[in-house]
């Protein structure tokens, strides 16, 4: 059993076009989020999967590997699979997906998220979460919002916020979903062979698909937060927090 990292990352974006090649502190985003995951010791390969020639020749200008995919795929989850079936993993292998525009998580998160399938064979998937400090995460919809069970599976991500709280005087924490996800190699390729989901569809969050054709989903809470950038104001947002580091 080998652990891969598998970066989906695309050019077009409705609210920030070409954020993978966007600067960060001299690098583009890509580019911190290749070095970060190939820093992990728990990675046996890093790769870059895009449908964009510009981000293909930015990865390969800064020695990445890359791997070209289809145009028309649904979700990151869906690019991932098909670099998936490129390398030729085996079925047990672990597929990590850390989202091309996550430049600041900590290369310890691999460990968290792949932990549990190393050590239980029966889970298939699993995602980090992080208890939300910002109130004005718990509105936004970009935070997007999980609840899960007493053994840490998922029922239900929401952009919305949930849980919502009915009585005044009653007080709950709140979770945020982080966009590193693992898998073992034989469920991606299931995942990715799934119609979508209504609920996918509505809520725009690839991982209610698996949810809604029965299949479970283990959450690991993590203590990092990991800022996503959506917007350029996410941008800045990351360069202020690297000015401090």
Do not use: W
């Amino acid at each position: 059993m080998k652990t891969v990292v598998i970066i989906p990352a695309r050019y077009q974006s409705s609210r920030f076009e070409g954020k993978p090649l966007a600067d960060l502190a001299g690098k583009p985003v890509i580019q911190h989020v290749f070095e970060r995951a190939s820093r992990s010791s728990a990675v046996s390969l890093a790769v870059v999967a895009t449908d964009d020639e510009k981000i293909r020749a930015a990865v390969e200008g800064f020695g990445g590997r890359v791997i070209m995919t289809s145009s028309f795929h649904r979700s990151g989850t869906d690019r991932v699979a098909e670099a998936a079936d490129y390398m030729g993993l085996a079925p047990d292998d672990l597929v990590v997906n850390i989202q091309g525009d996550q430049p600041l998580f900590e290369p310890c998160q691999i460990d968290e998220v792949t932990g549990p399938l190393k050590n239980d064979a029966s889970l298939k998937m699993t995602t980090l979460i992080y208890r939300i400090r910002l109130l004005e995460e718990i509105t936004h919809p970009n935070a997007v919002k999980v609840v899960f069970d007493q053994d840490n599976f998922a029922l239900y991500f929401s952009r919305a916020t949930i849980p919502f709280v009915r009585d005044r005087g009653l007080k709950t924490s709140y979770y945020k979903h982080h966009g590193i996800y693992a898998y073992r190699r034989s469920f991606l390729s299931l995942f990715a062979a799934l119609p979508e989901g209504a609920l996918e569809k509505l809520e725009a969050l690839e991982q209610l698909r698996p949810m809604e054709y029965g299949h479970r989903i283990k959450v690991i809470e993590t203590d990092f937060d990991s800022l996503e950038i959506d917007a350029p104001q996410d941008l800045e947002r990351a360069r202020a927090i690297m000015m401090k580091r």
